[in-house]
């Protein structure tokens, strides 16, 4: 399928009035788009509960992708015991435990749904459309590997190593890594043409929510 317009969104972090708000400047157009979301939908933010409900509806569409990301990563771990369990609760996963605990109370076996969803989360999608191939992942790609043998700990952590060195052929669109930590505007990136870093630090007081095209560069973010 050819796609009117690619859209990938970066890390929301339960900021879901930030979301929205770019959501409805962008106009997705349900049948015509895809919509692809980099992951980060949990922790940091005042509206887990708000973000998750959204994002889970919106899976059931045909034209949309949501990746995993670190945050829903360490969650995972958290719970089932995984490598970075022990680093969530340190990183906004207090504040996303208790809403989901209240989540819980008026809804019982919310935390079971929530952990199915984010477990069949997908770490990658790849694109092709007008002979340039995209590939999404949350933080990015180790380079010189081939995209079908990274390893998940790239795809979700990796930062300056990606940025600073990725030189392939194809365009690799990641969040992840606030821009505002590279170049102090928050505006998404496009780095050496085949970069495209769309984490405009929504959990920041001068942070954004943005959504890009990454066919026109094109871009949207919530009002200041």
Same mark, same amino acid.
């Given at each position: 399928?050819?796609?009117?317009?690619?859209? &990938?969104?970066?890390?929301?972090?339960?900021?879901?009035? +930030?979301?929205? =708000?770019?959501?409805?400047?962008?106009?997705?157009?349900?049948?015509?788009?895809?919509?692809?979301?980099?992951?980060?939908? *949990?922790?940091?933010?005042?509206?887990?509960?708000?973000?998750? /409900?959204?994002?889970? +509806?919106?899976?059931?569409?045909?034209?949309?992708?949501?990746?995993?990301?670190?945050?829903?990563?360490?969650?995972?771990?958290?719970?089932?015991?995984?490598?970075?369990?022990?680093? @969530?609760? #340190?990183? %906004?996963?207090? /504040?996303? #435990?208790?809403?989901?605990? &209240?989540?819980?109370? /008026?809804?019982?076996?919310? *935390?079971?749904?929530?952990?199915?969803?984010?477990?069949?989360?997908?770490? =990658?999608?790849?694109?092709?459309?007008?002979?340039?191939?995209?590939?999404?992942?949350?933080?990015?790609?180790?380079?010189?590997?081939?995209? /079908?043998?990274?390893?998940?700990?790239?795809?979700? @952590?990796?930062?300056?190593?990606?940025?600073?060195?990725?030189?392939?052929?194809?365009?690799?669109?990641? %969040?992840?890594?606030?821009?505002?930590?590279?170049?102090?505007?928050? +505006?998404?990136?496009?780095?050496?043409?085949?970069? *495209?870093?769309?984490?405009?630090? =929504?959990?920041?007081?001068?942070?954004?929510?943005? *959504?890009?095209?990454?066919?026109?560069?094109?871009? @949207?973010?919530?009002?200041?």
């Amino acid at each position: 399928m050819t796609y009117r317009r690619i859209l &990938a969104v970066g890390d929301i972090h339960g900021h879901f009035e +930030k979301f929205r =708000s770019a959501y409805e400047k962008a106009k997705v157009d349900a049948a015509d788009d895809l919509l692809v979301f980099l992951g980060d939908y *949990i922790d940091r933010g005042p509206s887990v509960r708000r973000t998750l /409900e959204f994002v889970m +509806k919106l899976a059931e569409e045909k034209n949309v992708v949501l990746l995993r990301g670190n945050h829903e990563q360490m969650m995972l771990d958290y719970f089932f015991g995984g490598a970075t369990g022990e680093s @969530w609760l #340190m990183n %906004g996963g207090r /504040e996303t #435990m208790a809403e989901l605990l &209240a989540w819980e109370k /008026e809804s019982p076996g919310t *935390i079971a749904r929530v952990l199915a969803f984010l477990r069949e989360l997908p770490l =990658s999608h790849t694109v092709e459309q007008e002979g340039e191939r995209y590939f999404f992942a949350h933080a990015g790609v180790r380079p010189g590997v081939a995209f /079908e043998e990274q390893r998940s700990n790239d795809l979700l @952590w990796i930062r300056e190593e990606f940025y600073e060195h990725y030189a392939g052929d194809d365009i690799v669109v990641a %969040g992840h890594t606030p821009t505002l930590f590279l170049d102090g505007r928050g +505006k998404p990136l496009f780095l050496n043409k085949r970069i *495209i870093l769309a984490d405009t630090g =929504s959990y920041f007081p001068e942070g954004h929510v943005s *959504i890009v095209d990454v066919l026109s560069r094109r871009f @949207w973010q919530n009002a200041a």
